[in-house]
């Protein structure tokens, strides 16, 4: 943790192995009034219909990742990227740059709003390298068996659930990254407790959440 909060407001980074909870974690801190800008959402919203993002996308991997309504094709493109490190980087050069422009926009519009801190729900914070961007980086980690139990719940093959997991940082990675661990292994009950015992006392130290 940086211990630097520009404006008075803390800036968190909440991130997690696929499977790990991280969802879930996001899902409670938000029903607790804490702002969330959503980096899956958001690189959604960059490649919807008609924006520069899907036609960039369309442009570097071709028509076969259009769907018959001209959107996106995120199964195709999957296909792609997750079997191809060079290709998910291109797709990363393209998405990440406007994900983060939109980010910057609705953090500043919480501030405005009077929050004491907002929370930046981003899957690939380690892998982009954005850990040292926050005041407080807060992992959600589960063991790689239970994780690939719940992606494989899902409705994916084993083997595309390995591909999932290999296609992100390493779990000692994003444990070194991290200023706080929650244990997202057990049900969300016992992880909802955990952020109310661990987590928001310390938001607590700093700001509290708009409601």
């Known amino acids: 943790m940086s211990g630097s909060y520009p404006g008075g407001v803390l800036r968190v980074g909440l991130t997690g192995g696929i499977g790990a909870g991280k969802s879930a974690a996001l899902s409670h801190l938000a029903g607790l009034g804490y702002p969330v ?37 995120r199964a195709a493109l999957g296909r792609i990227v997750f079997a191809d490190p060079s290709a998910r980087s291109r797709l990363e050069a393209i998405i990440h740059p406007l994900v983060r422009v939109e980010s910057a926009r609705l953090a500043g519009r919480a501030r405005a709003g009077g929050a004491g801190a907002v ?71 016992q992880l909802r407790g955990e952020i109310d015992r661990r987590l928001v006392p310390l938001l607590g130290q700093i700001e509290r959440p708009a409601r």
């Open 37 to 73: 800008v959503d980096a899956d959402r958001l690189a959604r919203q960059a490649v919807g219909p008609g924006t520069p993002g899907l036609a960039a996308v369309a442009g570097e991997f071709g028509p076969g990742v259009l769907a018959a309504d001209g959107g996106l094709d």
């Open 119 to 189: 929370i930046f729900d981003i899957p690939l914070l380690v892998e982009t390298g954005q850990a040292g961007d926050f005041d407080l980086v807060v992992v959600v980690s589960a063991p790689e068996a239970v994780r690939l139990a719940r992606v494989m719940g899902r409705g994916l093959s084993l083997d595309q659930a390995r591909s999932r997991l290999a296609a992100q940082a390493l779990e000692a990675d994003r444990l070194a990254a991290a200023d706080l661990v929650l244990d997202g292994s057990g049900p969300v009950d």
